[in-house]
């Protein structure tokens, strides 16, 4: 299987900053990832696909770059309603998985 | 508006099992890929598997396989996961995704999740 990891696990921020988070593959996917974000209690929210793709609606300080084994997330300017649980997942090849999470904290 | 509506909270005593609904609405449900994913207490999550409902394909993870059933109704829209012989370790939030339309793998709209307890 492909692992999936993600860092940092926690990473405390202020509204305003500039947020990377990391996601590496354990062996290259391509560009066969996407970015979920989850609240509390919540479903989780498509933010992007194949590796930098936005989702319609996703605001644009959301972006997303990488391929083969190193990806990232980037929130250009953190807003109050982005302080959730980011996960990375693959779909190269079965089984799909996600990363182990980032949760962004408010500093 | 589309929606995925998932059925009720259950809980089971290990060795049983668990079937799950997923309502789907707003949409056309045979032309997107159905995917069911968990989450169990405070952990990430774990993607178990998919069903293109117009072919009644599915793909499950190797460590589901022979134990989770995906099926569905397509004149009700509405997709089913199985679980048999449950452990403690089963349980978690399922989630039901669609998948989007030529991206199935991207999962755009999801339900709001079925806790299921496994609990002697």
């Known amino acids: 299987d492909i692992q999936m990891t993600q860092s940092p696990s926690t990473l405390s921020a202020s509204v305003g900053d500039r947020v990377t988070i990391t996601c590496r593959a354990s062996?290259?996917?391509?560009?066969?990832l996407a970015w979920y974000q989850q609240k509390p209690g919540k479903a989780p929210k498509l933010l992007i696909y194949?590796?930098?793709t936005l989702e319609g609606g996703v605001p644009p300080r959301f972006s997303g770059s990488g391929s083969g084994t190193e990806f990232t997330l980037t929130i250009s300017s953190l807003q109050p309603d982005d302080f959730a649980t980011y996960y990375c997942?693959?779909?190269?090849?079965?089984?799909?998985?996600f990363g182990q999470g980032t949760k962004v904290e408010i500093k | 508006q589309v929606q995925l509506v998932q059925s009720g909270a259950e809980v089971k005593k290990p060795g049983a099992s668990v079937k799950v609904s997923c309502k789907a609405s707003?949409?056309?449900?045979?032309?997107?890929?159905l995917h069911w994913v968990r989450q169990a207490p405070g952990q990430g999550l774990e993607w178990m598997g998919w069903?293109?409902?117009?072919?009644?394909?599915?793909i499950s993870a190797m460590k589901f396989q022979g134990r989770v059933t995906m099926t569905r109704d397509t004149s009700i829209g509405t997709a089913y996961m199985e679980v048999n012989s449950l452990t403690s370790d089963d349980t978690a939030v399922y989630y039901c995704?669609?998948?989007?339309?030529?991206?199935?793998?991207?999962?755009?709209?999801w339900g709001q999740g079925t806790t299921v307890t496994v609990s002697s």
């Open positions: 995704a669609r998948g989007k339309k030529d991206y199935y793998y991207a999962m755009d709209v």
């Open positions: 707003g949409y056309i449900f045979s032309d997107y890929y």
């Open positions: 069903i293109n409902p117009k072919s009644f394909g599915t």
């Open positions: 062996q290259s996917i391509s560009s066969w």
């Open positions: 194949k590796a930098s």
């Open positions: 997942h693959h779909y190269d090849t079965y089984p799909w998985t």
